[in-house]
């Protein structure tokens, strides 16, 4: 199966300069994200292996798993990782009124808010578009209201069903580079695919000589 655009096009990072697609730095720093969390025991699987290699990273919370979960989302708190805005219930942008759309993401941002340590609330204004699918209207009222729009560099395809854990991670190993974003995702859906794919990326990419940091 070919898959496109595993390595974010050039021309549409080029055509949407507004979102952050990479995080250009000097520190050979790169930047694993987890969309569609919290979920009971993988969620905290990631967090283990996240942790064996001093490792932090972003989660891309929907909010209607952080309203019943909530003690998982503490834990990703207290492993000092970032939190981002991933929706109350994983819109599609480009199938949803703006107006609705918006008030999906105030209602998931309420939610994390309440669920929030103090000392991350100056913090929270990370937004990732569920299926990276986001109008530009709602792109421009989300950045009028604080947010930035986090897509990604390289992403996995962990959540295929039709790709193995293997191409998983020749598709990350084969794409990275210094200020890449990288998609994962701590779902259901995704775990056969994470669970062979995250320990292997962790360790080959550390032994490179990368860095995995949190996005600010």
């Known amino acids: 199966m070919k898959l496109h655009w595993i390595k974010t096009n050039w021309l549409l990072k080029l055509l949407f300069p507004s979102y952050t697609w990479m995080i250009p730095n000097k520190t050979n720093s790169i930047f694993l994200t987890f969309d569609d969390g919290p979920t009971p025991e993988i969620t905290e699987w990631t967090l283990s292996q996240l942790k064996q290699h001093n490792a932090k990273a972003t989660f891309f919370c929907i909010g209607t798993n952080v309203e019943k979960y909530s003690e998982i989302f503490e834990k990703i708190q207290h492993d000092n990782h970032a939190i981002g805005n991933h929706t109350f219930n994983h819109l599609n942008g480009w ?88 998609v994962f995702h701590d779902s259901q859906k995704a775990y056969k695919n994470l669970k062979y794919a995250l320990p292997k990326t962790l360790k080959t990419l550390s032994e490179r000589g990368f860095k995995f940091e949190k996005i600010n």
């Open 95 to 182: 199938k949803t009124n703006s107006n609705k759309y918006i008030e999906n993401v105030k209602k998931c941002e309420d939610i994390i808010l309440r669920n929030l340590f103090d000392i991350y609330k100056n913090q929270f204004k990370l937004f990732r578009p569920p299926y990276g699918k986001i109008s530009f209207l709602q792109s421009y009222k989300l950045r009028k209201l604080g947010y930035k729009i986090i897509m990604w560099d390289v992403i996995s395809y962990d959540f295929d069903t039709n790709v193995s854990g293997e191409q998983c991670l020749e598709n990350i190993l084969k794409n990275i580079e210094s200020g890449s974003i990288i």
